[in-house]
């Protein structure tokens, strides 16, 4: 399991680390072998992980909504329309 | 922790009442695809709107990561300003405006709290945060809890689900930034179970809304 060219990752198992990887959860030579799988398994693997990340969005949905300062929008926009004054 | 966690969130879990996704839009009002291809066009008044809409829930991510209001609100302008100049790489074919934004920002958020070394003060407060509010996953009626109300409700009835331990160890990975081997220290835990609980928990999250989206 250390990144050997010869491991070959089933499908199941490339689910486990694919939810594993969108909240940055594998180790280092773990991650080596789902690169490896990830290129093996093509746009089926990269609908996968687009789907796992839907987990971010479920995970920040179940928080409580936090105020924010009313003078952070203020500066926001103030600072987009400076940008965009300089082009 | 994660005892009173469940508990917490047992005790407020409600059923859903109507079909409704998260955000529920208004008639007339642009969706968030909409929003996102107006920022594309540098449109402030798309960006204006977004923020309106998302600024609560971003917030929040932000917090349980950073544990500082006042830090908190100067990341969240940052994000919102990132969220601007990076647009242009948001693709819809890849998923939702929310998954993406809520991705920046928790990458963000962990990026601001290992560059201000802040790990020992966070885990004070976090301790602390957890003595006096054991519901990191659970949320209050607000407004935003009646637009998101229904989404939110099934997401909250799938993460209650989940054994303590599997909780605990999504916790800290998503919301820390922490990996496999971090979490086996900071739990005593041996790094297999560790990455036995996560991949287990997160299977099951990922299941239950999948489920869930189907009832919908």
Redesign the interface.
């Known amino acids: 399991m250390t990144g050997s060219k010869n491991y070959s990752m089933s499908f199941d198992e490339f689910?486990?680390r694919s939810?594993?990887y969108v909240?940055?959860?594998?180790?280092s030579d773990e991650l080596d072998e789902f690169e490896e799988a990830r290129k093996e398994f093509g746009q089926k693997g990269e609908d996968f992980i687009?789907e796992?990340?839907?987990?971010?969005?479920?995970?920040?949905?179940?928080?409580?909504?936090?105020?924010?300062?009313s003078s952070?929008?203020d500066?926001?926009?103030t600072?987009?329309?400076q940008?965009?004054q300089r082009g | 922790m994660p005892d009173e966690l469940s508990s917490a969130i047992e005790a407020e879990t409600e059923k859903p009442t109507s079909a409704a996704r998260?955000p529920v839009i208004e008639p007339g009002e642009p969706t968030d695809l909409e929003l996102m291809h107006g920022i594309q066009r540098?449109d402030?008044d798309a960006?204006?709107k977004l923020?309106?809409r998302y600024?609560?829930?971003?917030?929040?991510?932000i917090?349980?990561v950073i544990h500082n209001e006042?830090e908190?609100?100067d990341l969240?302008?940052e994000i919102?300003?990132e969220i601007?100049n990076q647009a242009k790489n948001f693709s819809a074919h890849?998923?939702?405006p929310?998954?993406w934004m809520?991705?920046l920002?928790?990458r963000r958020s962990?990026d601001g709290l290992r560059k201000k070394q802040a790990y020992a003060r966070a885990e004070e407060r976090l301790q602390s945060e957890t003595e006096q509010q054991p519901?990191?996953?659970?949320?209050?009626t607000?407004a935003?809890?009646i637009t998101?109300g229904d989404?939110?409700m099934l997401?909250?009835k799938?993460?209650s689900g989940l054994p303590p331990a599997q909780k605990e160890a999504?916790e800290l990975?998503?919301?820390r930034?922490?990996?496999?081997?971090e979490?086996a220290a900071n739990t005593n835990t041996p790094l297999g179970t560790v990455k036995t609980r996560?991949?287990l928990g997160?299977?099951k999250?990922?299941d239950g809304?999948k489920e869930l989206q189907h009832e919908l």
Request: glycine content about 6%; hydrophobic content about 50%.
């Open positions: 689910q486990n939810r594993l909240i940055g959860a594998l180790e687009s796992c990340y839907g987990l971010h969005e479920a995970f920040a949905l179940s928080l409580r909504p936090a105020k924010a300062s952070i929008k500066r926001l926009m600072m987009v329309r940008k965009q | 998260a540098e402030p960006l204006s923020y309106d600024n609560g829930i971003l917030k929040a991510l917090l349980r006042s908190a609100d969240l302008q919102f300003m601007w890849k998923g939702k929310l998954g809520v991705t920002a928790r962990i519901d990191a996953w659970v949320i209050n607000t935003e809890e998101f989404t939110r997401v909250r799938v993460i999504i990975a998503f919301f930034g922490m990996s496999q081997r979490i996560l991949e997160l299977k999250i990922y809304l």
